[in-house]
Structure formats: C-alpha cells, structure tokens
C-alpha cells in the first residue's frame, strides 16, 4: 500500500527541515517522494507561508528552457518546465513575483518577493543574477524529496563563479513580455561542453558540515544555507575543477 502523507505530517518534516519564522527559503521539490498527499498544493503554499511568517520570503524555481529565440517569456503567463506541480502552483499564486531572466527565473512569495525583480535578467547564473542574489540573502535551500543531483541548480551559478573548465558562456537572443510589449534581449548562459554528460552533485554532501537531512517516506529531503553551500562548493571546485563531472566506478 502507498503511503500517505498529510499536511500535518508534511508540518513536522518541513520543522525537522529548520523551516522557521523569518526564513528566506529557496525551495526545489519531488512530491513523489511523499506518496499519497492528502491535500492540495495551494494549502502546501499556506503551510510555507505559515512557517515562514510575514518576514519570510518562499521562493521556487520557474525556470523556462522551452523558450527559444522565436518565442517570448511573459513572467506573468509563461509555465515552467521540469520543476514540479509545487513550483507550477506557486507560478499561479496571486501573490506571486517573478523575475525577468528568460531562462533561470524564479517566483516568490513573501517579504523579499519584490527584491527578485532587481536581478540582472541579461545573465541566467553569475554575478547580478537570480542566484547571487540568493546568496546575498542567505536563504535556506530545501531539497523537499529530492537531492542535489536532480535538484540543485545553484551549484550551476557555483560552478559560473569558479568558471569551470568543462562549461562556457553563450549569448542567446530571447524575447520577454514587459508592459505588452515583446522586447529582444541578449541573455548569457554558462552551456557544458558536448562531450559532459553528466554531473554528480550529490559528491557536495560530506563536504557540508551543516546539512540537515530528513527521511520521507520514499526517499530524503536536504536543507543547507546557500553561504555555506556556496563556500564548501567553491573550495572544491578550486581544489578539483572536475569534481562534479570526473567518472567514477559504481556511478
């Protein structure tokens, strides 16, 4: 029999999780690791925006990678693509913010929301970016049922600011919706070379001192800072430029 999960249940995991008031969160989701839930999206939306308090900010990823060069990006309309019915959900919030990069955007609730909006839009990772801006604020980055290797795209902007050697800056023309009008605009994405196929994010996690980790019931949720992320991250990546990307046996 699958197991169900209630909002009660998914409280205590998002507690176990440090989830408290005034946290700034940065949230990367599987529900599938929950089972059965037992209720809705919008009331998974409450309980963060409960947790969190008035001075708190939830925010999600809603990247969009289907739009091409003949397209445009309206942050008002535009769906993601890969991040989960959680993160589609928060999109169509009425509260919600999002920002203006046409690859790398995310959606926000909360006191900081509006802050999202100042990011540089021309640059999906690296400096100005959405997620430099997460480091300044030092959010807390929750896993919930997933791991690094599927979820966490902030090691992407980690491995920009290291300037890995097995990835390089493209610009890409896009067009954004502002105000109904379709703007064209050069947007600099840091691409992995051809010949990398994979990365293995998880290898980050002996590294990070302060992990928290909480077992769902078909499989794990992680939470961490960004800074510390961000530091234990970098020193690696100095230290072996191909650590996520090196083949080993058993992988």
Same mark, same amino acid.
């Given at each position: 029999?699958i197991?169900e999960?209630s909002i009660?249940d998914?409280?205590?995991?998002?507690?176990? &999780?440090?989830?408290?008031?005034?946290?700034n969160l940065l949230?990367?989701s #599987?529900l599938?690791?929950?089972g059965?839930? #037992?209720?809705?999206l919008?009331?998974?939306i409450d309980l963060?925006?409960?947790?969190?308090g008035?001075?708190?900010t939830l925010?999600?990823?809603?990247?969009?990678?289907?739009?091409?060069?003949n397209?445009f990006?309206?942050?008002l309309k535009?769906?993601s693509?890969? &991040?989960g019915?959680?993160?589609?959900?928060?999109r169509?919030?009425?509260?919600?913010?999002?920002?203006?990069?046409?690859?790398?955007?995310?959606?926000?609730i909360?006191?900081?929301?509006?802050n999202?909006?100042l990011t540089?839009?021309?640059?999906?990772?690296g400096a100005?970016s959405?997620?430099?801006?997460?480091?300044? &604020?030092?959010?807390?980055?929750?896993?919930l049922?997933?791991?690094?290797?599927?979820?966490?795209?902030?090691?992407?902007h980690? /491995?920009?600011?290291?300037?890995?050697?097995?990835?390089?800056?493209?610009?890409?023309?896009?067009?954004?919706?502002?105000?109904n009008e379709?703007?064209?605009?050069?947007?600099?994405?840091f691409?992995r070379?051809n010949d990398?196929?994979?990365?293995h994010f998880?290898?980050?996690?002996?590294?990070l001192?302060n992990?928290?980790?909480?077992?769902?019931?078909?499989g794990? #949720?992680?939470s961490?800072? #960004?800074q510390?992320?961000?530091k234990?991250?970098?020193?690696q &990546?100095i230290?072996?430029p191909?650590l996520f990307?090196?083949p080993?046996e058993? /992988?």
């Amino acid at each position: 029999m699958i197991k169900e999960t209630s909002i009660e249940d998914m409280k205590q995991h998002l507690i176990a &999780l440090g989830v408290s008031k005034g946290d700034n969160l940065l949230v990367h989701s #599987s529900l599938f690791s929950f089972g059965r839930i #037992s209720f809705n999206l919008n009331e998974l939306i409450d309980l963060f925006i409960d947790l969190i308090g008035p001075n708190g900010t939830l925010f999600v990823p809603t990247y969009t990678f289907q739009i091409t060069e003949n397209d445009f990006y309206d942050p008002l309309k535009t769906h993601s693509e890969g &991040l989960g019915v959680f993160s589609e959900a928060v999109r169509k919030h009425e509260k919600m913010v999002r920002s203006f990069c046409p690859i790398h955007n995310h959606c926000a609730i909360g006191k900081q929301a509006n802050n999202l909006l100042l990011t540089n839009a021309k640059y999906s990772l690296g400096a100005n970016s959405d997620f430099d801006f997460f480091n300044q &604020l030092n959010v807390k980055i929750i896993l919930l049922g997933s791991d690094f290797h599927n979820s966490c795209t902030y090691l992407h902007h980690v /491995e920009a600011v290291a300037s890995v050697p097995y990835r390089k800056w493209l610009k890409l023309k896009r067009n954004i919706l502002i105000n109904n009008e379709v703007n064209e605009m050069i947007c600099h994405y840091f691409a992995r070379n051809n010949d990398i196929n994979n990365t293995h994010f998880n290898r980050i996690i002996p590294h990070l001192e302060n992990l928290i980790t909480v077992d769902a019931p078909y499989g794990k #949720s992680y939470s961490i800072t #960004s800074q510390e992320l961000h530091k234990k991250a970098l020193k690696q &990546l100095i230290k072996n430029p191909y650590l996520f990307v090196e083949p080993e046996e058993n /992988e």
